[in-house]
């Protein structure tokens, strides 16, 4: 069954495809209209501004807190009567060095603030911070796509990990297109989507 969206589609196949479709497209628009620029880098209200962007045309739920507990395998995420306590946390977390940027990222992945959707507009906040903070962005082509799922598994009892394969990938990019682009193909091959190519959008 697919999740309940504005669509109407009850193939939860044709849903990825279209959300891809649609989120890329979206994800795109927020590069080039300047928008990204104007949201205040490592706030959950960053995160719900880019998460609203992105699905807002798929599901009533973009950019709110998810109502439900939910879980990946054998790990769950933030249980719902902590969710809002944890978000407030992180948006006091300090974020003036890569390390502290990478532990904030994980505490985010952690929150899981909503149903769907997470890890591309959580890649999207991770790179405004980082360009931000340290004139840098993941170039995340330069990502294992297996090697990051298993150092994100393991980040919350050992981030050493994740900090290595994200460091080893800044680049100072920051206003490359395609780059940003590369982050947003790897978020669909990350989840196993389809990938459609800029021009095909």
């Not at 807002?56 to 902590?82: C, H, Q, S, T, W």
């Not at 407030?88 to 904030?104: A, G, L, R, T």
């Not at 985010?108 to 340290?134: C, T, V, Y």
Request: glycine residues 4%; without cysteine; aromatic residues 12%.
């Amino acid at each position: 069954m697919a999740l309940k969206n504005k669509l109407g589609i009850d193939n939860s196949a044709e849903l990825a495809r279209e959300e891809e479709r649609i989120s890329k497209k979206k994800a795109l628009e927020l590069f080039e209209n300047g928008l990204l620029d104007t949201l205040k880098a490592g706030k959950f209200s960053a995160l719900k501004a880019i998460h609203k962007y992105l699905f807002d045309e798929i599901y009533d739920f973009a950019g709110e807190v998810r109502n439900v507990n939910i879980a990946k395998g054998n790990f769950r995420f933030a249980p719902l009567m902590y969710l809002e306590a944890a978000l407030e946390n992180i948006d006091k977390m300090p974020q003036s060095n890569f390390d502290e940027i990478v532990e904030k990222y994980v505490e985010m992945n952690i929150a899981h603030p909503f149903r769907e959707g997470n890890g591309r507009s959580m890649r999207i906040w991770l790179d405004l911070i980082f360009k931000a903070e340290l004139k840098k962005v993941v170039d995340w082509s330069k990502v294992d796509k297996e090697d990051y799922l298993l150092a994100m598994e393991r980040s919350p009892i050992r981030d050493i990990e994740i900090k290595h394969i994200l460091k080893s990938a800044l680049t100072d990019e920051v206003n490359n297109r395609e780059v940003y682009m590369k982050g947003i193909d790897y978020s669909y091959y990350y989840e196993g989507y389809t990938t459609f190519k800029a021009e095909e959008l």
